[in-house]
């Protein structure tokens, strides 16, 4: 685990570094106490229990300035060109550093829109403008949104394939507890299936705990993001599981439908079926649409138009989101166009990124809902999906 997260970190630097020089920016600053900033994970690895800077520069000569008893953490990643430490009181080493590296401008975590990107607390920042001076601050910060956003997004190959991984352990997971559901079995006790799969490879739920159940919902019991109750499954009911498994600090985000059959059922109802094909042939659709250079919206227009198009409700929610070491990682979103503007549908989709595509069908009054997620990486031609596909309801039988 330490051996990948230098790796990954080193990598991230690197991506950094090149995108200051992308974007004309000399210096990037992380300012944190106790892990405060949710970039640190991703460009550090280092969790800094006093305040700390950390000074990212554009040409690869990095600085940390941290106290004392944080120095060993720090100087074992193996990052930075030095690190510096203080005793007492930060301020009078951070102002004498800032002078010799002389930025011409700070790039700092500060977003609108993006909470992964908005990591520099009001009180770091109050810090900041009282160790600098007002004036002397304005003239020279930047948000670092725009870096921060494509560091995030476009993965680097040790990413991936934590990511992979991360997915493997979910398919394989779903696959044990489908063949354990029984007609009767109540939402807990499905989810319990999961934790156990979990438990059983010494993985976490990417959500919540480590060992929390997916969310597992019984239609007619109403589609929500809640946690599974006692309702016990019947024939005739659909269940959706939505379930983000993580490895190694890196998430999936897959969600699967299935229908337990009636007496006499060898197959869904028409109406069911319907549902299920419009949603899988949505996915699809978002899938083929996920190119580089289109925008977020974009890709959400195509699979929202075959939800609606088929005369189903329009999807509450956007056609997909990124996933990475959160499973709503940030940066573009497959999402639609309103008002006020939101600019991560506006994003522009990038090779390297990984989305959970997952157009929807949701109706009330427990007339039939389906939600089928899959997660795919965008490439220069055509999208490759990582999950093992579900193109077929999964038939549970009425009795075991």
């Known amino acids: 685990m330490i051996t990948a997260t230098k790796e990954i970190t080193s990598e991230k630097l690197i991506q950094a570094t090149n995108l200051l020089n992308q974007y004309g920016l000399d210096t990037w600053l992380l300012l944190t106490r106790e892990g405060s900033d949710p970039a640190l994970p991703l460009v550090v690895g280092v969790r800094s229990v006093h305040k700390a800077a950390i000074f990212i520069r554009n040409n690869g000569e990095h600085i940390a300035l941290t106290s004392v008893s944080d120095r060993g953490s720090y100087e074992a990643t193996n990052l930075f060109k030095n690190v510096q430490v203080y005793e007492a009181s930060m301020e009078e080493a951070f102002l004498k550093l800032f002078e010799e590296i002389q930025p011409q401008n700070l790039a700092l975590n500060v977003s609108e829109s993006d909470h992964l990107c908005d990591g520099l607390t009001q009180g770091l920042y109050e810090w900041l403008k009282d160790v600098l001076g007002e004036e002397r601050l304005a003239e020279i910060e930047v948000s670092s949104e725009v870096v921060l956003k494509k560091l995030r997004s476009i993965k680097t190959a040790s990413e991936l394939e ?88 890196y998430c999936s985000d897959i969600a699967r439908t299935f229908y337990i059959l009636k007496d006499g059922e060898t197959q869904a109802p028409d109406d069911i079926q319907k549902a299920f094909d419009t949603a899988i042939a949505a996915i699809t659709a978002s899938i083929d649409a996920l190119q580089p250079g289109k925008a977020g919206y974009e890709v959400d227009a195509v699979g929202r138009s075959v939800i609606e198009e088929a005369e189903y409700p329009t999807i509450r929610h956007s056609v997909g989101h990124q996933i990475g070491r959160a499973t709503h990682d940030g940066g573009t979103i497959l999402g639609p166009k309103r008002l006020p503007p939101r600019p991560e549908v506006e994003g522009i989709i990038e090779v390297g990124e990984v989305y959970a595509i997952e157009p929807t069908v949701i109706q009330d009054n427990a007339l039939p809902c389906i939600l089928v997620e899959e997660n795919v990486l965008v490439t220069e031609d055509q999208p490759i999906i990582l999950s093992k596909r579900q193109t077929e309801l999964v038939l549970i039988p009425s009795e075991g």
Do not use: W
Request: aromatic letters at 6%.
């Open 162 to 249: 934590n990511i992979k991984q991360a997915i493997e352990h979910t398919t394989d997971i779903y696959d044990e507890a489908f063949a354990q559901i029984k007609c009767g079995m109540t939402e807990k006790e499905i989810g319990q299936l999961f934790v156990n799969g979990m438990k059983k490879r010494g993985v976490a739920n990417g959500h919540g705990d480590s060992n929390e159940p997916p969310l597992v919902c019984i239609v007619r019991k109403g589609l929500a993001h809640r946690k599974p109750g006692n309702h016990r499954t019947e024939p005739g009911d659909i269940v959706i599981i939505d379930f983000s498994l993580k490895y190694n600090n």
